[in-house]
């Protein structure tokens, strides 16, 4: 399993995908927070606070997360490499947490770079400083949970489907459906319905409250996702 999550970091960062990705969350997001006129914007906000950042983070990694995963086990099946790593002595559960773990590491790279955000935040603040800890930490907790139950799905489309776009396509509909159309879905039922989706139990961690019933939910999803590609890389070898 080791080797398989070394080797994920490795391809990451000696191939252009792992620098395009942080290069594209540090940009998006300076663009939107920095520039762009919108309702994102820090200075149009006229406080030092870094919810918009979060805000729009989680909506970034709709979409960046599936481009991450979509080539993890898409490619090795399309090049013939996943039947080889079924030569050796690794089971289809190790095999997929290597995975997992490698684009954990990844997304927390990611999430590390934006610590520049933090500081200038930080450095705005009226006075300097005047920054909302334990809500920060809630809300980096939260993206993080957020982000890797969106590559538990992504890693599980990746898993059923050698062609990398349909891997994105599919895994990019399920993010967003999961973090968006769910609770609208579930709305048009009964407001009763509503609260499974993960904006929901996002929005809640980022409070700053660390509710147990929401950590659990976000693990029961990667818990689920994993062991759906576990089943999947199971019925491939056979």
Request: one cysteine or more; hydrophobic letters at 55%; a neutral charge.
């Amino acid at each position: 399993m080791y080797s398989l999550f070394k080797r994920e970091i490795c391809y990451f960062f000696t191939s252009p995908i792992g620098f395009t990705i942080i290069g594209l969350f540090i940009v998006l997001n300076g663009l939107f927070l920095w520039v762009f006129k919108t309702d994102y914007n820090i200075f149009n906000a006229g406080f030092a606070d870094l919810l918009s950042f979060f805000r729009l983070s989680s909506w970034i990694f709709v979409f960046l997360v599936p481009a991450l995963t979509m080539r993890s086990i898409s490619e090795e099946k399309r090049s013939g490499m996943l039947t080889l790593l079924f030569t050796k002595p690794i089971s289809a559960m190790q095999m997929v947490l290597g995975k997992y773990l490698g684009i954990l590491f990844l997304l927390f790279v990611i999430l590390w770079s934006s610590f520049l955000y933090v500081y200038m935040v930080w450095v705005l603040g009226t006075p300097m400083g005047n920054l909302d800890i334990a809500g920060t930490i809630g809300s980096y907790i939260a993206l993080f949970l957020l982000i890797a139950s969106f590559a538990a799905v992504g890693l599980w489309a990746s898993s059923i489907s050698s062609n990398q776009i349909i891997s994105f396509v599919l895994a990019a509909f399920l993010c967003f459906f999961f973090f968006f159309g769910f609770d609208q879905l579930l709305a048009l039922a009964s407001d009763d319905f509503g609260g499974w989706g993960f904006q929901t139990h996002f929005d809640a961690i980022s409070r700053g409250v660390l509710d147990t019933r929401n950590i659990v939910y976000f693990l029961s999803i990667i818990f689920f996702f994993l062991y759906l590609t576990t089943l999947s890389l199971k019925a491939y070898k056979q």
